[in-house]
T-cell receptor, first 115, second 116 residues
């Protein structure tokens, strides 16, 4: 089972460059989300989606763009990278129906450095 | 607005002893879920335990239990018989169910060190 797959795992960018972090899940989860993890700040929600064509902002959306054209994929775009976006990024998905705890299933993380 | 507070940046525990990691939360919703996740040094996020706001019993999963005190808005994680492999970062998280139940927010985390 692949679960949640993120690519790339590591990326170095220069200030002003753009890039896309890819996220794909094979569990048919309607809900997908992106977090960034910074020391001492836990995980902060960037954007989330409750289904194809539906996205919304989280706690720290500025500088990031998302779209959801399929159930499986939820890419995160950095349009003009800044050093403040140096972080570890996690994609997470969860089931939204059928009971259960609704725990998040995480990708392995993507470490981004912006110089 | 929902908020999670973990006041212990770091904790030490002797191997085989029990340890409690504190978590308090703030919400105006009556229906919510509380979660604990473990992040070892390898970086992956591992779901440990869940407590629903209407659950009357404290959740337990093996050596993990959640000490849920609703009136105090606390959801402390208790790890019994600590093992060296428990050394990791631990995050408390909450999802408000009543208001659409979409966002899960996290606390800042507690780093646990288990001493041999």
């Amino acid at each position: 089972n692949a679960g949640v797959t993120q690519t790339p795992k590591f990326q170095v960018l220069k200030t002003g460059q753009s890039m896309t972090l890819q996220c794909a899940q094979d569990m048919n989860h309607e809900y997908m989300s992106w977090y960034r993890q910074d020391p001492g700040m836990g995980l902060r929600l960037i954007h989330y989606s409750v289904g194809a064509g539906i996205t919304d902002q989280g706690e720290v959306p500025n500088g990031y763009n998302v779209s959801r054209s399929t159930t499986e994929d939820f890419p995160l775009r950095l349009l003009s990278a800044a050093p403040s976006q140096t972080s570890v990024y996690f994609c997470a998905s969860r089931q939204t129906s059928g009971g259960g705890t609704g725990e998040l299933f995480f990708g392995e993380g993507s470490r981004l450095t912006v110089l | 607005a929902q908020k999670i507070t973990q006041t212990q940046p770091g904790m030490f525990v002797q191997e085989k002893e029990a340890v409690t990691l504190d978590c308090t939360y703030d919400t105006s919703d009556q229906s919510y879920g509380l979660f604990w996740y473990k992040q070892p040094s390898s970086g992956e996020m591992i779901f440990l335990i869940y407590q629903g706001s209407y659950d009357e019993q404290n959740a337990t999963e093996g050596r993990y239990s959640l000490n849920f005190q609703k009136a105090r808005k606390s959801a402390n994680l208790v790890i019994s018989a600590s093992q060296l492999g428990d050394s990791a970062m631990y995050f408390c998280a909450m999802r408000e169910v009543g208001t659409g139940g979409f966002k899960t927010i996290f606390g800042a985390g507690t780093r646990l060190f288990v001493k041999a």
